[in-house]
């Protein structure tokens, strides 16, 4: 049986956007198809005017020369228009911006950090509780080639990492994203994020995952050399198993 596969990472000839796992993600889908719909309905529009013209408008048609030269009500209607057109866009464009800069109360938080060439995470929720020097550390560099798994589609080359980050689905989460030497860039496509870390500053996001999956992205501003070798892996998990997993990880007893 064949299971409906959702596109997490980039695929061959890939053409569109990859699919939602946010509700941020969900918001930038929906209002690239209304930014899509006025386009295509602009584009024939203006086409249509276009090749009337070129083809209506010859000599060969018109003997004699229009004496059409004022009209305030076409001038009217040209300027409104686009006017009117231009409200319509801007008011979801608004909505959506405003929406994903709201920072619901997080249960968890995820500090992440650009190094040159690598990502480092930490999750210190759990470190009152933790032993000696556990904590909830990941270190993660690009895997090479040699070590891949090769999957169906071939490989995921310059995308999987040598660790990945887990996270809980259906949980508010916040990144905290900056930088130890230059400036590097945090992406996950499926989660319509992206933000700039800077060294000496602590930018936020907030994050909800509604799905299981593993999320790929990569450092998406030129850093260096070895900009384009430190990509970026989630991995989230449905709660439970997530508090199970953190349980392992840090030996801690369930009572
Ligand atoms: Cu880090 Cu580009």
Redesign the pocket.
Known sequence: MKLLVQCDSPVSWQTYLHDPASITMEGILVFNKHLLFLLTVIVLFVAWILFSTVYYFTEFNNKFNSKFVHSNVLEIIWTSVPAIILLILSTPSFTLLYAMDEIAEPELSLKIL?HQ?FWSYEISEFNSCQKDNQSLKYVCYMMVLDGLPKTKQGYFRLLETNKRVILPTNTHLRLLVSAADVL?SWTIPSFGLKVDACPGRLNQLNLFIKRVGVFFGQ?S???GVN?GF?PIVIVSLPTIQFHNYVMAKLELVQD
Do not use: D, L, R, V
């Open positions: 650009g060439w590097h450092c501003e030129i850093c900009h430190m």
